[in-house]
């Protein structure tokens, strides 16, 4: 099965809260690409990361970083000291090699609230 | 360039009618890829193009729809005898298939479709 589960539904923190976002997935590929993907209010869907399966480096980028481990198929989001700005629903998405890398897989999302 | 373009944004028909969204990708980019989001849900595949060429079709997709690409550049979504449960987002987002941005999707604002 080639899957997403993120199994937090919403999430609410106060601002400044440290607030971390779970992602498994599923696939029977060993070559494949794991993303986030950030939905804010507006709609549309904002690319955020891609991590290539032979990549297991932690990513820090400002106050948002990423914990891949593929002994256990998790790709962690967490956002440092989050803002009200930080209020969206946020995807993770797979992309198996097999069929050439074609179809984005996405999880349901977690929803999250960053209240001042 | 201003990204991925999709018209009309917001859609409302009686059940039974027709209807066409557009989808204008980033013009240095030759995959194009239809996406279906209802409420509470990650995007859903529908079909991707490679250039002209219409490479894989989910079975999401009934005899209902077809999506077209004819030269390469825009691409059409077309619902026929629509019905209650076609309501939904229909998102369209382009990439690359070689190259650093190679399988990032870039997603339009998206076409919201609503059936009474």
């Known amino acids: 099965a080639q899957k997403v589960t993120q199994a937090q539904t919403e999430i609410s923190v106060v601002e400044k809260e440290d607030v971390t976002l779970d992602c498994v997935y599923e696939?029977?590929?060993?070559?494949?690409?794991l993303f986030w993907y950030k939905q804010p209010p507006s709609g549309e869907l904002v690319f955020l990361i891609r991590?290539?399966?032979?990549?297991?480096q932690n990513e820090i980028s400002g106050r948002y970083s990423w914990n891949f481990q593929k002994s256990t198929s998790s790709f962690n989001f967490t956002i440092t000291a989050s803002q009200v700005v930080d209020s969206a629903v946020y995807f993770c998405?797979?992309?198996?090699?097999?069929?050439?890398?074609?179809?984005?897989?996405f999880g349901a999302g977690t929803r999250l609230a960053v209240h001042p | 360039d201003t990204g991925v373009s999709q018209d009309p944004r917001h859609k409302i028909t009686k059940r039974g009618q027709n209807v066409t969204f557009r989808c204008d990708p980033i013009s240095e980019h030759n995959r194009l890829y239809w996406y279906r989001q209802t409420l509470g849900q990650g995007p859903e595949f529908l079909t991707y193009f490679q250039n002209e060429a219409q490479l894989e079709k989910s079975r999401l997709l009934s005899d209902r729809f077809s999506a077209e690409r004819p030269k390469g550049s825009f691409s059409t979504l077309e619902i026929q005898r629509t019905e209650q449960g076609d309501s939904a987002m229909y998102l369209c987002a382009s990439s690359a298939s070689t190259g650093a941005g190679a399988n990032v999707l870039t997603f339009g604002a998206g076409s919201r479709l609503t059936v009474l």
């Open positions: 696939t029977r590929d060993t070559t494949y690409y």
């Open positions: 991590r290539n399966s032979f990549d297991e």
């Open positions: 998405a797979l992309i198996p090699f097999s069929g050439g890398y074609n179809k984005l897989i």
